[in-house]
């Protein structure tokens, strides 16, 4: 008798455990995002932790001292680029009291993707768990209508008719895009069903501007899904050096940062790209290179140019850069709730 009374608390509490009442609730009003009803600012960072050697796996042997030094910097928000299907990970992120916003790629061979519609199995496996802060459809497909045909319209109804699957299944977390840069009149035609519109943006250490924009295009929330700047320098300026220069990606992250904070009337917080470095992106995986391809990425300070293996607020081995000092103390400095 004592074992089945065992079993049935135990079976209780994992009720208990999953149940909506103990998910927090996301939302959209106005322009804000609102967690349990109050305002909720993304002091966010892009999370991808591919090791040394790796071609583009992640790994989540470091997450425990990642997440230490990502709640030592006052981030609340992690962005990943695939979702993450590993409960206790998620329960792991939960516990650092960090939030997790889930991306989903248009085909990613079946797996936790819009084209076979495996999406919404994720959506419902995952929807009540308490990290979930959004659910994110594509990142920069606009830059790449040769992936549909070359008719951008034909990923602007998917996002929409995805966005609003996901709508019909999940009361309790907004759908969002991360576009590049500013979306067209078109893209928010097409795509009503998106609660929130993301943005990569890369303007220099200067992103203010595209809040203006915004505001006179629509009401919606929006937020930096990414920004930064990379520690090296293809060419000297008056101000930096050429090579590795953390003291480049601090100022202008520090600038960027300053203009996003100083807007959250309009933008409702930034992912700041990225964690740590990645070596997977410009050639050897086993040594920092230099270069890499990111499309429409001119706009990066101070050289314009993205050297890819060199954007981590940390290094690959979880070495502090400059530019962690710089994002910890502007998100430490402002609250959870920018009212």
């Avoid at 990425?297 to 690959?316: K, Q, R």
């Amino acid at each position: 008798m004592k074992n089945y009374l065992s079993i049935i608390v135990f079976v209780l509490v994992l009720i208990s455990c999953s149940s909506p009442s103990q998910t927090d609730k996301v939302s959209v009003e106005g322009n804000n995002i609102l967690v349990n009803d109050s305002k909720y600012i993304i002091k966010g960072i892009c999370y991808h932790p591919v090791p040394k050697g790796s071609p583009n796996q992640r790994s989540w042997a470091t997450l425990t001292q990642d997440l230490n030094l990502m709640t030592e910097a006052g981030i609340n928000t992690i962005r990943v680029y695939e979702p993450i299907d590993d409960i206790k990970i998620l329960d792991e992120i939960n516990q650092a009291g960090i939030k997790v916003i889930i991306g989903f790629g248009y085909n990613q061979g079946g797996k936790n993707d819009m084209l076979s519609g495996s999406y919404l199995d994720y959506v419902n496996t995952y929807k009540n768990h308490n990290a979930i802060l959004m659910w994110e459809l594509g990142n920069e497909y606009n830059y790449h209508p040769e992936w549909f045909d070359n008719d951008i319209k034909n990923w602007y109804n998917a996002l929409n008719d995805a966005a609003g699957k996901i709508k019909a299944t999940d009361k309790k977390h907004p759908t969002a895009t991360a576009h590049g840069d500013l979306p067209n009149d078109l893209a928010l035609k097409l795509s009503p069903n998106v609660d929130v519109w993301g943005m990569n943006v890369y303007r220099w250490d200067k992103p203010a501007s595209i809040f203006s924009e915004w505001k006179v295009k629509s009401s919606k929330p929006m937020y930096l899904s990414e920004a930064g700047a990379d520690s090296y320098m293809k060419m000297a300026t008056a101000n930096y050096e050429q090579g590795e220069n953390q003291k480049a990606q601090a100022d202008a992250t520090k600038n960027i940062l300053k203009e996003v904070f100083e807007n959250t009337d309009v933008c409702s917080g930034v992912a700041v790209f990225s964690f740590t470095d990645g070596w997977w992106k410009a050639g050897n995986y086993d040594v920092q290179d230099i270069g890499g391809m990111a499309p429409n990425s001119t706009g990066v300070p101070y050289d314009g140019t993205p050297n890819e293996e060199f954007w981590g607020i940390v290094d690959i081995d979880r070495n502090k850069k400059e530019v962690y000092t710089v994002l910890k103390n502007k998100y430490l400095s402002v609250s959870h709730e920018d009212n």
